[in-house]
């Protein structure tokens, strides 16, 4: 049987190095002084302040996770956790410095959204760089700016949700986050709004041993509806950087969001991200992922239904190359009656790289009448990759269905047999099995991003028959 | 009285997630292991050999250090089964428990010769209500071609504590079924562990469980696949009633070099009561492309429909709901050769389920 060779993702256009400059950057470590510096640089009003010591000591009494990845490489001594780059928010690219411009321009950032999108915004290092929206969201009063700004301009609201839908002593990396956060976006779609195009935020991190700690706090009140991309990539380096950023989604009654993210950081970041939905009365969130970069990424999104009726669907796919080791999955807990979930992951890993789903479906006492489907599929194109599958399934009443389904394997001869019975090369098959296997997840993604996974899932033939 | 933490899985989860091991309070253990006489053995098939020095150095999990050494240093029964039959016949052992035998700590130790082949019965029981005390150790060799039918039944009170850890070597062409009733225990926990070394052998396991009151069952099953064309089968049947709660941890694990290996795994609970809880953790690990691994897992009521079917019929509701649970456990319960046996199980499954 030949051996075909999926290539892994062409990081020519993500590996663009830019100079490292800047108009700060903070010393590396991570100290009392260090993150008071911090609150100062982005003048902070008191209670962030507050909350990011408060963090700082809750990091250093919580202890490293005691599962998953081993993480010991991460020296918080050699990171720099602020970089704040030499331009200030631009709300158009002709004002955006000509570097940082390219590299957005080469990722495609300014013509996707001329072509498809709402609104872009776009952070190099720790500070968001340009941000803009189209007027008629606007006039409908939604709200789409960079964090920063959203802590000054509506002090209350921020204060309402900011590190509530995700405590600071959540884990240790959460901690961390609100010890040090900057940049990232802050989206309000007021009630009975929809936004049907949607809104993209991209975050670059350019300089080297560094850290990108952006918030995303998403509210969509009742009613509303949103679509919301995130990407984000850097170009690799020799020493670790980290990406430990936090997601906080509000889903108000009646209301629906779907989130979607295209991670694609370089193979020396350690992505250990954090993300939580709180889903309100008959609302729904929709996590769609594609996770391909990092070295190592613990990523577990978290749907809470917390409203009677609430729903959410997961769909992610994860691809381990040479030296990756992603730790991705799923939590939901339903806490209410006539909640559902839905879930479907699937991964590849190839070239010795490893995945694994890791995942949690509670449903607690009061939640009757809910229903939860997992299913989960793992595909391994070489032996000398690993895969594994860890859910934890904790049921606690009697009124609900729940079913849990998981596959590994290679790539069956049967049906590579059966393709070809129907006229088609070995080749082709195989391609046609691989892309299949992942269409699922693609069909959901936004149509440039569903081009570009399938161009990624670029198929070859290598080796001789026998 | 120290909290215990025992029957560890293979990998860690959260801690939070409160699955990893199982931490267990106020376990009356006794300090003094006095003797345990009410030992029936029923042997047509194998050399029996009674107190006989048992080597359990190859145990690679058990439940914790505690429970392995008070086997190693304490047990009151030590049997060792050396099958040399090549024509299936059955070896029963059977311990009941009454007051003055309420304590065992049993050491079996079984080695399958070439070829042969057995079925052995081991039943854990008591006609008394009484709070008894069980641990032990079941260390299965089976070598080349070696085919062993291995029924356990526990048996034992809803006030009792059982703790067993069971451990399976199976070399090339051997096959080993497992048959495992497990009623009793207001703590019943089991380490089940199989490494199938050789070449094409098959371990296919079938477990029933049953909780009511406020019975616990922590079942951690791990098995390891290195040889190539092995195939591990696990299948578990269980019900809840009353404030009973189950965590079952399955890891079927395809190490590298099990070419052609196959795995599959289900799980299967059906809750009788609002407040009876279902932990599950089905692992598959995976460092071997050319496998097929498969786990499911599920919790629910019986549905209504079900019920409905059965009612109209004419049976009460009690009667369809353990007509139901009983229907579940019978694929389990086929594959016990031995009626009398069987029959004995039905009857326990009947009254526990009233």
Known sequence: MKKINIEEINRNIYNIKNKDEYDFKIKKGLTKEIVEEISKQKDDPEWMKELRLKALETYNKLELPTWGPDISELDMDEIATYVRPKTKLNNTWEDVPEDIKNTFDKLGIPEAEKRSLAGVGAQYDSEVVYHSMKEELMKQGVIYTDMESAVKKYPELVKQHFMKCVPINDHKFVALHAAVWSGGSFVYVPKGVKVDIPLQSYFRLNSPESGQFEHTLIIVDEGASLHFIEGCSAPKYNKVNLHAGCVELYVKENAYLRYSTIENWSKNMLNLNTKKAIVEKNAQVDWVTGSFGSKISMLYPMSILNGEGAKTEYTGISFAGEGQNLDNGFKVIHNNKNTSSVVNAKSISKNGGKCTYRSLVRINENAKNSKSIVSCDSLMLDDISMSDTIPVNDIRTDDVEFSHEAKIGKISDKAIFYLMSRGLSEEDAKAMIVRGFAYPISKELPVEYAVEMNNLINLELEGAIG | ?354
């Not at chain 2, 053995?41 to 050999?49: A, H, L």
């Not at chain 2, 591990?232 to 890891?251: C, M, P, R, S």
């Not at chain 2, 460092?287 to 499911?296: A, K, L, P, Q, R």
């Not at chain 2, 629910?300 to 059965?310: A, M, P, Q, V, W």
């Open chain 2, 1 to 354: 009285m120290e909290i215990l933490k025992l029957n560890e899985t293979p990998v860690r989860t959260a801690r939070n997630f409160n699955i990893n091991n199982i931490k267990l309070e106020n376990i009356n253990i006794p300090e003094k292991i006095e003797k345990f006489s009410n030992i029936n053995i029923i042997n047509n098939n194998s050399k029996v050999e009674i107190d006989s020095i048992i080597d359990n150095s190859n145990i690679v999990y058990g439940l914790n250090e505690f429970f392995s050494n008070q086997v190693e240093k304490d047990s009151n029964q030590k049997i060792r089964l050396n099958i040399n039959s090549k024509i299936n016949k059955e070896t029963r052992i059977e311990y009941k428990f009454d007051k003055e035998n309420n304590t065992l700590i049993d050491n079996i130790q079984i080695i399958a010769n070439e070829n042969t082949k057995s079925t052995i019965i081991i039943k854990y029981f008591t006609e008394e209500d009484l709070e008894i005390f069980h641990n032990g150790i079941i260390n299965v060799i089976a070598k080349n071609g070696a085919e062993l039918d291995i029924v356990i039944i526990n048996l034992t009170t809803i006030k009792s504590n059982n703790f067993i850890a069971i451990q399976n070597t199976l070399k090339e062409n051997s096959k080993i079924n497992y048959c495992i009733i497990d009623l009793g225990g207001k703590n019943s926990i089991t380490n089940y562990y199989s490494k199938l070394e050789g070449k094409l052998a098959i371990n296919n396991v079938n477990t029933i469980y049953l909780g009511k009151e406020n019975q616990l069952f922590d079942l951690n099953y791990i098995a390891e696949l290195n040889g190539e064309k092995t195939n591990i089968n696990i299948e578990v049947q269980g019900a809840l009633k009353d404030n009973a709660k189950k965590h079952f941890k399955g890891t079927i694990d395809f190490k590298k070099g099990c070419k052609k290996a196959k795995g599959n795994e289900n799980e299967a609970c059906v809750l009788l009561s609002d407040t009876a809880k279902s932990l599950a953790l089905p692992m598959l690990l995976c460092s071997e492309e050319d496998v097929e691994g498969n786990h499911s897992t599920s919790a629910g009521k019986i549905s209504e429909k079900e019920l409905f079917y059965i009612m109209s019929r004419g049976f009460s509701l009690k009667e369809a709901m353990k007509l139901m649970v009983k229907a579940k456990f019978n694929k389990i319960l086929e594959n016990i050769k031995n009626e009398e046996i069987k029959e004995q199980i039905l009857i326990e499954i009947d009254n526990r389920l009233d």
